[in-house]
């Protein structure tokens, strides 16, 4: 009951009640010292999430991965926006502010296959965060700790998203007795090592030794971009798309399906991104940040593109969605020109004839609403890109101009190095079937006068 007479209308903004917000609850040190832990948490699942998507061949799981690692960016950032409220001196937020817990971390990170890795993740970890998060919530004070409630409460509702989602994944990959064992035995494998550290807090009892790690030794990445057994063709090199959509005197209907089909690719880019992400160890969090936000946008326009074949209820997995760009980069470059090689195309999608803008034009003038509104903001996610791709490459000394010329060097070399992956696939002819079956009519250019597809965005 309030002290002074009541008007009916909600004491302290809502956030509390007089007596809740009379309650004594954490400290600030102890504030502080568990969301060191719940950053560092978030900050490592971004990268586990990285480190696994090229390697991971179920396309979904690449589109959850692209998704939950920007999420987790988000949550770690704003954890550490917190943390750096609290203290001065800000207490360093890039080591492990425990080892146990960190052991818990690098067990996670060494996933073998699909269901290891969507069973560490979704049965683990992401649901260990959940519960943390609701002790944390319930045991600070909502007034005086109003900042910390709303930046938990915000991660939660992503929190509790990821979690459905990944328990509907891990379902369907564990039909069978042995997935499901597998997965069970890894469950209690990281379960283990989050108990000896305490839970993700870090406040509950800590017991025994766990198991024999699989953490003996550095780990090394899959960075081999992959496809399930669904698609064809992921070797197959020939994509005359690159070309077709710029074609002027072919119809806006196949240079509309050229563009489409570009998009649905655009998972290589992820791909590739994924491996300076987690190979560029030397940057400051804001890199993380930029280049998680980029990554997932490229995934969105993969996703765009099946979108569209989906309305149409066209089968998309006879396109050739081959992994030539992610794979002759990752395994054939250093990692800052993987980045330079993005900055560079991003940079030759700006010009309005042939760039971005033209893209949407071709969409609008085929009659294809939807592509026109998918590229629409395609183009506005490329010019947020570009500036992304400025700001670090200007860091390294490396202006516009010379970034595109590097690109295309780089583009040079690498394109090489595919020869010696050319016979894993026939490299066949696809185009002018796929765009009979599409729309009905023969195709207006000739693969064969097109010769290699070399474009320098593969």
Avoid at 29 to 48: G, S
Avoid at 119 to 145: K, S
Avoid at 296 to 301: G, L, P
Avoid at 448 to 454: A, N, S
């Amino acid at each position: 009951m309030s002290a002074i007479p009541t008007l009916g209308i909600p004491e302290l903004a809502g956030v509390a009640t007089y007596a809740g917000a009379a309650r004594v609850g954490w400290s600030v040190d102890e504030n502080v010292r568990r969301l060191l832990r719940f950053h560092w948490v978030e900050r490592r699942l971004m990268l586990i999430a990285v480190a696994h998507l090229p390697a991971t061949p179920e396309w979904e799981v690449k589109c959850a991965l692209a998704l939950h690692q920007w999420l987790d960016v988000g949550h770690a950032t704003a954890l550490g926006s917190r943390i750096s409220e609290m203290r001065n001196p800000v207490p360093a937020m890039d080591v492990a502010p425990d080892s146990t817990l960190d052991a818990f971390l690098e067990e996670l990170l060494r996933a073998q296959g699909t269901v290891e890795l969507l069973a560490g993740l979704y049965a683990v970890a992401h649901p260990a965060l959940i519960a943390a998060y609701r002790v944390h919530i319930e045991g600070t004070n909502p007034l005086v700790d109003h900042p910390t409630v709303r930046v938990l409460k915000q991660a939660l509702a992503d929190e509790e998203e990821i979690v459905a989602w990944g328990t509907r994944a891990l379902q369907a990959c564990t039909r069978d007795a042995a997935a499901r064992s597998r997965a069970d035995a890894w469950i209690a494998h990281l379960a283990a090592y989050l108990d000896a550290a305490g839970g993700i807090a870090g406040d509950a009892e800590r017991r025994a030794s766990p198991p024999a790690p699989r953490a003996r030794e550095r780990f090394v990445p899959d960075m081999h971009p992959r496809r399930d057994a669904r698609f064809q063709g992921q070797y197959n090199f020939n994509f005359p798309p690159h070309l077709v959509y710029a074609v002027p005197d072919v119809p806006a209907d196949e240079r509309n399906l050229a563009l489409l089909c570009k998009r649905t690719l655009e998972m290589d880019v992820p791909e590739m991104m994924a491996s300076f992400l987690l190979e560029r160890t030397d940057q400051p969090w804001s890199f993380y940040v930029d280049y998680s936000r980029q990554l997932w946008d490229e995934a969105r326009h993969a996703m765009m593109g099946s979108v569209a074949f989906e309305a149409r209820e066209i089968d998309w997995s006879r396109i050739p969605l081959n992994v030539s760009f992610a794979l002759r980069l990752n395994l054939h470059a250093t990692p800052l020109e993987r980045q330079t090689m993005l900055y560079g195309i991003e940079q030759s999608l700006m010009p309005a004839d042939t760039g971005k803008r033209a893209e949407k034009e071709i969409a609008e003038q085929s009659g294809d609403v939807l592509s026109a509104h998918f590229h629409d903001y395609d183009w506005a996610d490329e010019v947020l890109h570009a500036q992304i791709g400025r700001r670090w490459a200007r860091k390294e000394g490396i202006q516009p101009a010379d970034a595109i010329e590097r690109a295309k060097a780089i583009h040079e070399r690498t394109w090489m190095e595919l020869d010696r992956y050319r016979d894993r696939d026939p490299q066949s002819s696809w185009w002018a079937e796929f765009v009979r079956d599409v729309l009905g009519h023969d195709s207006a250019v000739d693969e064969r006068e097109l010769g290699e597809v070399k474009a320098i965005r593969e």
